[in-house]
Structure formats: C-alpha cells, structure tokens
T-cell receptor, first 114, second 115 residues
Framework: AQSVTQLGSHVSVSEGALVLLRCNYS??????LFWYVQYPNQGLQLLLK??????LVKGINGFEAEFKKSETSFHLTKPSAHMSDAAEYFC????????????FGAGTQVVVTP | EAQVTQNPRYLITVTGKKLTVTCSQN?????MSWYRQDPGLGLRQIYY???????DKGDVPEGYKVSRKEKRNFPLILESPSPNQTSLYFC??????????????FGPGTRLLVL
C-alpha cells in the first residue's frame, strides 16, 4: 500500500528565502510522485511529477524536486520565495500498477512574509 | 479551453435532502475521479471511473454514489447527506494510460455544508 507523509502543516518563509517542503512516501512498487499546488479558492494544479526518468525534476514557477529512493523522499524546493508562492502544497504518490490511484499527503500551507 | 467544471461551486443543504454535484470535462479523458478535502487530511478519493459504465470505490465511498453514462460527465450523488459530509469536493480527470503516471486535472471545487 502507498502512503505519503508531509512534514510540517505550516511553513513560513521570507520573501527571497529558500522554500523547502518535505515529502516522504512508502510504496511497495516503483512509485510515481507528484507535487500539486492549491491557490486560495482554486482547484489543484500540477507543479511537477517524477515518472522514473531524471531524479531531479523541474516544474513550473521555479520549483524543483529530487527523488531519492534510498531516503524514500521527494522534497520540493525553490531557491527564492515570491509572495505569489503563498498557497497550499500537496505531495501525492501513485504506484506503477495502480492506474489513477493517487494517495495525497495532508498538505503544507506556505506563508510568505515580506 | 481545456478544463474540468463543477456545479454548483457552493451548496448549503439540510440532512437527508438528496443532492447531485455535477462534473464535466472537455478533454476526452477516460479517467475521472472524485475527492473530498478536509483540513489536516489532504484529499481522499471517494470514487473513480476508468471509462463509461466502469466505476469503483476509492478510500471513502460510504454515503456517496456515482454514475458514468457519458464520457465527459461524472456526477456525484449524495442520496441522504449528513453533517459529516460537509467538505470541499474536487472532481479530476486524466487521460488513459497503463500506469499511474498520468497527470490528473482538477476542477475548481464544490464547497458543501450539510446542516
């Protein structure tokens, strides 16, 4: 069975500082991993996904994530936070043999301070 | 514009009064799914459908029904809503594939309050 743990339900970062959101997964088969972002009063939008090609994945809005199998992690980073990055971020895992079955983490709310 | 639409966006109802939340996608996707989002729990899958007339339970199907009579539509039905179904609901769709790598596209959400 697959599961996702996001460390920290709330993260506060200063504008211009590094954004680091942590995600650890468990999966019995090779996983596919996703980061989604949810802006206030909107649906979820895909930031990036890992599908067993490159372990360092670049996404939209300057975000990237690195798949580390040995650590079962898929942490999301952005070098310099912008006010527009304030949102809720969800990590999700899907197993290679379970088409469409996405398991989401609990989410991390990001606040960006001037 | 490629999109997933949901209606209504906001709904207040009373316990036991049947309701339907509609979901429609214009991307010709085979796969559609319903999630509910609750604080601290992330998104949990209610039901999903891999194609017309093919549906299956997700993680929290109790109290919900779905149908998939047309490819583009996937309505969520609450036959007798209860207050514990107060939540934010999302519909999603994705193209077909042989693995779990397909990106899911989400609707804007429906906020439901059951009194």
């Amino acid at each position: 069975a697959q599961s996702v743990t996001q460390l920290g339900s709330h993260v506060s970062v200063s504008e211009g500082a590094l954004v680091l959101l942590r995600c650890n997964y468990s999966s019995s088969v090779p996983p596919y991993l996703f980061w989604y972002v949810q802006y206030p009063n909107q649906g979820l939008q895909l930031l990036l996904k890992y599908t067993s090609a490159a372990t360092l994945v670049k996404g939209i809005n300057g975000f990237e994530a690195e798949f580390k199998k040995s650590e079962t992690s898929f942490h999301l980073t952005k070098p310099s936070a912008h006010m527009s990055d304030a949102a809720e971020y969800f990590c999700a895992v899907s197993e290679s043999d379970s088409w469409g079955k996405l398991q989401f983490g609990a989410g991390t709310q990001v606040v960006v301070t001037p | 514009e490629a999109q997933v639409t949901q209606n209504p966006r906001y709904l207040i109802t009373v316990t036991g009064k049947k309701l339907t939340v509609t979901c429609s996608q214009n991307m010709n996707h085979e796969y559609m799914s319903w999630y509910r989002q609750d604080p601290g729990l992330g998104l949990r899958q209610i039901y999903y459908s891999m194609n017309v007339e093919v549906t299956d339970k997700g993680d929290v199907p109790e109290g919900y029904k779905v149908s998939r009579k047309e490819k583009r539509n996937f309505p969520l039905i609450l036959e007798s809503p209860s207050p514990n179904q107060t939540s934010l609901y999302f519909c999603a769709s994705s193209a077909s594939g042989t693995s779990g790598s397909m990106t899911q596209y989400f609707g804007p959400g429906t906020r439901l309050l059951v009194l």
